[in-house]
């Protein structure tokens, strides 16, 4: 829920400020601007719930903490790369992938009631699917919208 109010947040505050300096609304900046944002801020807990993460990959995949860093940094890789209009169109294509290659690591978070900053088994549940699923709808139609139609 975090992630959400932080990308709405900063979005609305983006959209004013540009709109104060520029005269205008650059609806398209201020999404790049509230999606970096947002990404930095997870890529955060990549880094501080490693164990919590690392549950969460489904068994198949070895290296598991390594795979929690590298996805942070990619995080960090994608936040920087929304900012830079040359690299924003394909910045936005590799996070559009990255949101659905990790939606099964949310599946299985559900499916184990796994908790991301323990890893214990007193998460939210399968509930969660219902609120999880569509976000990552979102992030992956704000992305499009803000970075590869923008």
């Excluded at 005269?23 to 990404?39: N, T, Y």
């Amino acid at each position: 829920m975090k992630p959400l109010y932080i990308l709405i947040g900063v979005f609305i505050i983006a959209l004013l400020v540009l709109k104060i300096v520029n005269k205008q609304f650059d609806f398209s900046l201020a999404g790049r601007i509230a999606m970096a944002c947002m990404l930095g801020f997870t890529a955060i807990g990549h880094f501080a719930f490693v164990d919590g993460m690392a549950a969460m990959i489904p068994n198949i995949f070895p290296f598991k903490k390594e795979i929690v860093f590298a996805t942070g940094l990619l995080e960090i890789a994608f936040a920087i790369g929304l900012l830079f209009p040359k690299y924003q169109v394909l910045t936005g294509w590799a996070l559009i992938a990255f949101f659905i290659l990790i939606l099964p690591a949310n599946i299985k978070a559900s499916m184990e009631n796994l908790n991301y900053q323990t890893g214990e088994a007193n998460g939210p549940g399968l509930s969660y699917l219902w609120f999880r699923v569509p976000l990552q709808v979102l992030f992956i139609v704000w992305v499009y919208l803000s970075a590869i139609r923008g």
